[in-house]
């Protein structure tokens, strides 16, 4: 069974960090490409960032470039999201999510679309206040 467990969400003041984990079972880990998500209330979900299985190609959004940082540990079968320097506007439920397609061959920011990914976690929430 695929499970996908998301960590290390909570109430951080503007221009702090947080660091969110991703622990993964079910599946051959370092062969899926995964991705961090997230939903603010009354707003779409929105792809955050993105990492490849393999040799870790990542993928982010343009607006959260330089902010956060996505990265795995394939032995700990482990995603994680640095965030930064974070903003009021950060503030959201963040969840992890797999999915088989090989997104190193989509255009653009088309990793972003969640319907392109199979199996998610229950999300962690991330507050941004002071």
């Known amino acids: 069974e695929v499970q996908l467990v998301e960590s290390g969400g909570g109430l951080v003041q503007p221009g702090g960090s947080l660091r969110l984990s991703c622990a993964a079972s079910?599946?051959?880990?370092?062969?899926?490409?995964i991705g961090w998500f997230r939903q603010a209330p009354g707003k779409e979900r929105e792809g955050v960032a993105c990492?490849?299985?393999?040799?870790?190609?990542?993928y982010y959004a343009d607006s959260l470039k330089g902010r956060f940082t996505i990265s795995r540990d394939n032995a700990k079968k482990t995603v994680y999201l640095q965030m930064d320097d974070l903003k009021p506007e950060d503030t959201a439920n963040y969840s992890c999510?797999?999915?088989?397609?090989?997104?190193?061959?989509?255009?653009?920011?088309?990793?972003?679309?969640?319907?392109?990914?199979?199996?998610w976690g229950q999300g962690t929430q991330v507050t941004v206040s002071s």
């Open positions: 079910g599946f051959t880990f370092d062969d899926y490409p």
């Open positions: 999510a797999v999915t088989a397609v090989p997104v190193q061959n989509l255009p653009g920011e088309i990793w972003k679309q969640p319907l392109l990914y199979d199996y």
């Open positions: 990492i490849k299985g393999g040799d870790g190609t990542t």
